[in-house]
């Protein structure tokens, strides 16, 4: 089984400010099969990065994600009072989907 | 819209089951597979497994293989997830999604890119004594 490992586990930046978020896999991940999701406090989570690099529809464009292999990136620009949540990386393995345990982006 | 509505909370003992319901609405229900992910409190997301609302066709994870059953109904358009046996380890909010999985008009399986971009609101399963 795959495992996804994000960092850093909290992150506190600014409004305002860039945050990058990194998600490392166990072993090789398709691209196509890496997703990114957000979730906020007593909601379900949604949907911002598809295979690696696709934003999902209506999530803004200050949200991108790269990276290939190994090692994955999201990285959120201009950072919005709205954006602060818990983020999770997502692959699926041929059999089940996996998701890192979240990197918590707080404000500073 | 595509929207996946579920049942409302449950209280349970340990030892007994639950039954959760996800009905979906605005798209061909047979043409996606839904996957079960739960979040205990204050945790991450954990996958439980998939079936095909196609041909019925299931994947469960370890975790909770034999305690697990996927089913779908498609005169109702709503997929379920039974747990059996539960713990206060199984406390948590079980969504239901869809994918990873969508089928053409041939019955073709592929992998669905936009897999989990519909959620349920969630059902909080709260297993106590």
């Known amino acids: 089984e795959i495992v996804l490992t994000q960092s850093p586990g909290t992150l506190s930046l600014s409004p305002g400010e860039s945050a990058t978020l990194s998600c490392r896999a166990s072993q090789s991940v398709s691209s196509i099969y890496l997703a990114w999701y957000q979730q906020k406090p007593g909601q379900a989570p949604r949907l911002l990065i598809y295979?690696?690099?696709s934003r999902a529809v209506g999530i803004s464009d200050r949200f991108s994600g790269s990276g290939s292999g190994t090692d994955f990136t999201l990285t959120i620009s201009r950072l919005e009072p709205e954006d602060f949540a818990v983020y999770y990386c997502?692959?699926?393995?041929?059999?089940?989907?996996?998701f890192g345990q979240g990197t918590k982006l707080e404000i500073k | 819209q595509v929207q996946l509505v579920q049942s409302e909370a449950e209280v349970k003992k340990p030892g007994a089951s639950v039954k959760v319901s996800c009905k979906a609405s605005g798209y061909s229900f047979i043409n996606y597979g839904f996957t079960w992910v739960r979040q205990a409190p204050g945790q991450g997301l954990e996958c439980m497994g998939w079936?095909?609302?196609?041909?019925?066709?299931?994947n469960y994870a370890q975790k909770v293989q034999g305690r697990v059953t996927m089913t779908t109904d498609s005169s109702t358009s709503t997929a379920y997830m039974e747990l059996r046996s539960l713990t206060t380890d199984d406390t948590a909010i079980y969504y239901c999604t869809r994918g990873p999985y969508y089928y053409d008009r041939g019955g073709n399986q592929h992998y669905y890119y936009y897999g989990m971009d519909v959620w349920g609101q969630g059902t909080t399963v709260t297993v106590s004594s």
């Open positions: 997502k692959q699926y393995g041929g059999s089940l989907y996996t």
């Open positions: 079936i095909s609302a196609y041909n019925g066709n299931t």
């Open positions: 295979s690696a690099s």
